[in-house]
């Protein structure tokens, strides 16, 4: 057989896609990813070392994660078997998509809408299986547009809605009301709200998915100083997280993940809030200083990044950056309005002064 009919075989919609791509030898300093930038110190590790040593590594992970999920319920509410846990949240977003894909009545494909722009992968995952993505433009100011998002999903009866509040790559958190209302108004479709910035903006909508079965929600601790773990989880109505269940890969989450997670959302916590409020501080500190650049407009946010409009060449302000070390988010491909823009995320206080300082250099 020949590699070109072996190539037939894929789906068609891979023709369009192109795999995500990550920079193969990261720079000194590194704020393009939305990590955290904190690494653990040496009284953390010993204790995730330790706990780690008691664990039988030649055995299977629990393919139930029973004491992650108990951690989890006990400490963001809902009973254990509310929660779907992942291999990051991206595993979810590709179970959603997986198990939910049964076509309206009429339609010859499952649709998903979402708001644009956002993060790449409910439109990507959901291409590579089959479904139709239907990205409705925010507002001016990065808002939800409830008309066209009410429109869009009245006229596509979507199986599946993704808000990401705060949103990637805008930064913003979307209007409580106007999710609200749309939860409310369309129960027949899940919503999935996805709060992987959550710890950053203080803000929750677990009470509203406690209340509403038609609503979901997407958690990950990879913003918060874990994403090399691939952690991740969604809660959703018990009668959906059964089916969704029936999908995921028995062991998909590894015994140290396992591990790791229960820590960072028990004795670790504490750290995690100091870091998470030094970010907060110091994003609101690197926004006031690009600020002062009349070539730079930092729009608000609410999350571990800043968007960035830059007035000159982006490309170019990217790599006089990366020609000091320090990687930034730009985005050629996609919407034209983040063309003039590019993306921080909050380094360490040392990390954000070398960027402050590379930024005068560059700007004058
Ligand atoms: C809004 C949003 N959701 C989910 C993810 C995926 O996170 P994870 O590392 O848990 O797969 C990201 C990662 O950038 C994100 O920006």
Redesign the pocket.
């Known amino acids: 057989m020949s590699i070109e009919s072996l190539k037939s075989l894929f789906r068609p919609e891979l023709e369009e896609l192109s795999a995500y791509r990550v920079p193969p030898a990261p720079p000194a300093v590194k704020l393009d990813?939305?990590e955290s930038p904190f690494s653990l110190p040496p009284d953390a590790r010993a204790r995730l070392a330790s706990a780690m040593h008691a664990t039988e590594i030649h055995r299977y992970p629990d393919g139930r994660a029973s004491e992650l999920r108990k951690t989890l319920a006990w400490g963001l509410g809902g009973s254990e078997d509310e929660y779907v846990l992942?291999?990051?949240?991206?595993?979810?977003?590709a179970l959603l998509a997986t198990a939910m894909s049964t076509p309206r009545a009429g339609a010859d494909r499952p649709v998903v809408v979402f708001p644009e722009p956002?993060?790449v992968?409910?439109g990507m995952t959901s291409r590579a299986h089959g479904w139709e993505p239907v990205g409705v433009p925010l507002d001016g100011e990065w808002n939800l547009d409830a008309e066209a998002m009410a429109a869009a999903i009245e006229r596509t009866e979507p199986n599946l809605v993704y808000y990401?509040t705060?949103?990637?790559?805008t930064g913003n958190c979307f209007s409580r009301e106007t999710i609200e209302s749309l939860v409310d108004r369309f129960p027949d479709t899940l919503h999935v709200i996805?709060e992987?910035?959550g710890a950053y903006s203080g803000q929750s909508f677990a009470t509203l998915c406690e209340e509403r079965p038609q609503c979901a929600l997407?958690?990950?601790?990879?913003?918060v100083g874990f994403?090399g773990m691939?952690?991740?989880w969604v809660r959703l109505d018990e009668a959906l997280s059964v089916e969704l269940e029936k999908v995921r890969q028995p062991f998909n989450l590894n015994t140290a993940s396992q591990v790791v997670a229960t820590l960072a959302l028990t004795d670790l916590a504490p750290l995690l809030e100091e870091h998470i409020t030094t970010i907060v501080a110091e994003r609101e500190r690197v926004s006031a200083e690009l600020g002062r650049h009349a070539a730079l407009e930092c729009f608000p946010s609410d999350a571990n990044f800043v968007l960035v409009r830059y007035t000159g060449d982006v490309p170019e302000l990217c790599s006089a950056l990366l020609g000091r070390q320090i990687a930034v988010r730009q985005f050629s491909h996609a919407d034209p309005r983040l063309r003039s823009c590019i993306r921080i995320t909050i380094g360490t206080p040392e990390e954000n002064q070398r960027l402050i300082e590379a930024l005068g250099d560059i700007l004058g």
């Open positions: 990813a939305n992942g291999s990051g949240s991206d595993e979810l977003i956002t993060f992968m409910y990401a705060p949103n990637n790559p996805d992987a910035y997407l958690g990950t601790l990879s913003k994403a691939r952690i991740g």
